[in-house]
């Protein structure tokens, strides 16, 4: 369902040859109408990949007919060539399309530094445009995947219209968005301006706090595509606070799938003295190998994490602190509280709270611990 | 020898039971004159032990009789209790040595958030006073190891004056320097204000540069003593030299010694627009779990290498910059250049060079690579 949820979407996913170990590689999902209006933020990575050049080309007037995208190769740091790849390549699915190859944005997920076959691509989109469907969405989300272990789909439901999404993630997940491809459809009736404000605060607050591994990709996109075909108008509140909880289910989808995660580690700062720095605390903490490892071992290592935001400039006394894992308070202004020993991290879930007593904000920042499976799968990506 | 290599200094390490799994855990350090001229740098952690606010303030005046070091235990987050328990002990040992207390240095490391036992500490350092000796330099450098697998030792030789020096290191190896304690010795005549501008030049360009997990410490501390012994008083620029030296070389048994590394990374920007800017560049690079990954697993992705640079504020053209790793240049004008495999990453020394072309100026930051054994001694610290 999916990216073909809402009316007006299509969509496919196909094989072409881009990845050695075979399987759907190249996915293509188009908005039949009656509106084309649409909204994308990128990564903040000064390293941009090709397809990341080019789509933040096509998306400044805010219309998109379609969305390829391709695992199997970044297609980043791969020069002029590389940049004309993804161009051709928006051309020919504007061919097939009868529409504008400036329309068309690009994704590309895989191995930095390899140049991206376009014949093999090309092929791709000629057959995904064959196979376009109206129930495509399962076929496109499984085309994206690179590591993930399942493909990621949310539906969102509103009052005569609806938004669906698909999403690959993965490895490399970190602050301004990472390694991470987003489509998101609806059918509301909402303009470019609607779209780019509701999909900038839904990031903000979901994709943009999830921090597996601290490290940034070239590659990161997501994208929200409108199709006006239930002809409804929901209020900008209304859309935003659908499309808000949308983002947090593939987003925590994509923490569930990060790459050789044994805990999906949820850390929760409170009373800090601005919304901004506690998002800085649990970023500090979330990049914390040793802590990390520590939540790996199932060792409630609480040191590790004031360690950790000490390290911040976010106002705090580090004598009037507090630290609970998993409900149980272990640090109470600064000092030892209730011990090691009763705390419980066998489970999967884990819930960090840092009570900063510094003000009356709060922030959420998503992380994995650090794993034997996190190193191994990192260590032979490439060959 | 280290820090009793240099002449009017005594050393020595006990065994007093911190240590759950036993061996020596109580050092002392003592300058026996006829100066007593000292300078120190600490954690830039805002999260600071006991021990450190207790020495920052000993080190005020820039005069030291001697330090007390213990292993097994941090005492960091352990309250107004366990400031009185590091202020007793300086008291203890300036008691036995006919001194102020506010003359001794107090350095700890361990776990956070334990109680440190002043009784057992009380024994050591009682019999560490009883030990004393002109060559008791490798007991002390033996009594300050935690996870480190051997002692680390220093000389560095002068005109009639030498430098000695120990370090403990091995986890939490980070920037503003990390679980790292060093006491170092001389017996040149120079007064508290020399030796502290020599200490901040030689620290800013070796300790701080050594970012093994980024992980930092609340317990650093680097101190370093001057007897006068000697009666030579040799140039500042002399000094600072060797003292830098002397630096560098702790820094890289460090470095060799980080919890479960397999390769030692030497990361060179080379024509940076500032040295600021280099450091930011290497810094990002040292930090990046999934080039840390691929390091281990002798991948020479270099793509994940101009993924952490993209991340920074540093001055650099996307499309003018070279990867060279171990001599081979992999990438050039952010193209591929050299075959992947022309790298063989399978010594334990890798040498990564990354040419921003923006400028004149360069830096060096030292790192680990991330391994199964990182995770596995990290994971299982405190249990």
New interface residues.
Partial sequence: MSVTHPRGFVAAGVESGLKGKGGKDVALVVNQGPSQAAAAVFTS????ANPVIWSQQVIADGIVNAVVLNSGG?N????ARGFQVTHATAEHAASLLGSSATDVLVCSTG?????LDLQKVSFGVTAAHAFLREDGGLDAATAIMTTDTHPKQAVAQGEGWSIGGMAKGA??LAP?LATMLVVITTDAALDSGQLDAALRHATRVTFDRLDS??????NDTVALLASAASGISPTIEEFTSALTALCEDLATQLQQDAEGAAHDITIEVVNSASEDEAVEVGRAVA????FK??V??N?P????V???????QAA?D??DIDVSMNGVRV?H????DQP?ESVDLTGRAMHLLIDLHAGSSTATVWTND???D???E??????
Avoid at 45 to 48: E, G, L, P, Y
Avoid at 76 to 79: L, Q, R
Avoid at 213 to 218: E, I, L, N, V, Y
């Fill in positions: 990575n000064r390293a941009k970044a980043c740091y791969t020069g191995l930095i530094g390899d140049q490895g490399m301004g591994d601290g490290a940034m990709s070239t990049r914390n190998n040793l490892a520590a790996f071992g060792d290592n609480w040191g590790r004031l360690a950790a935001v000490g390290t911040t705090f580090p004598y640090a202004k600064g000092e030892p090691r650090l794993t034997h996190y190193v191994h990192n260590s032979a990506y490439s060959s």
